[in-house]
């Protein structure tokens, strides 16, 4: 694994919600975790709804992941930019990840486990 990241199959059922919508739900979700960071919740993109999201132009790059596509999400009443992001070409040791997407949770995005 690269840098301090560990990577498992999360356990149990997660779904994320945006605008009280359910947008995804997962038996296969992964748990990344970073060093001291809370662990994040890495959904296969065949388990979301991508017809709510939108591609925004926002890149960034993590020197242990490679380089991060943003997703806005489009909810009922308003767009939540850059509320998801997903490593289309993930870096060595990071594979795992690809296909996969993750959200900022927030007061309007949330990803529990069932």
């Known amino acids: 694994m ?16 945006a605008g009280g919508a359910v947008l995804g739900e997962s038996r296969d979700a992964i748990e990344l975790s970073e060093g001291d960071l ?12 991508m017809a709510f999201l939108d591609e925004s132009a926002t890149r960034t ?6 380089e991060a596509s ?25 594979e795992r990840i690809k296909g996969h997407l993750a959200f900022y949770t927030s007061g309007k995005v949330a990803v529990e486990q069932l």
């Open 2 to 17: 690269t840098g301090n990241i560990t990577m498992r199959k999360a356990d149990g059922v997660w779904v994320v919600r």
């Open 70 to 94: 943003y997703f806005s999400i489009q909810t009922k009443s308003e767009t939540l930019n850059d509320a998801a992001w997903s490593y289309e070409d993930p870096i060595a040791g990071a």
């Open 38 to 49: 809370p662990p994040v919740i890495y959904f296969p993109r065949d388990d979301i709804a």
């Open 61 to 66: 790059t993590c020197p242990h992941k490679g």
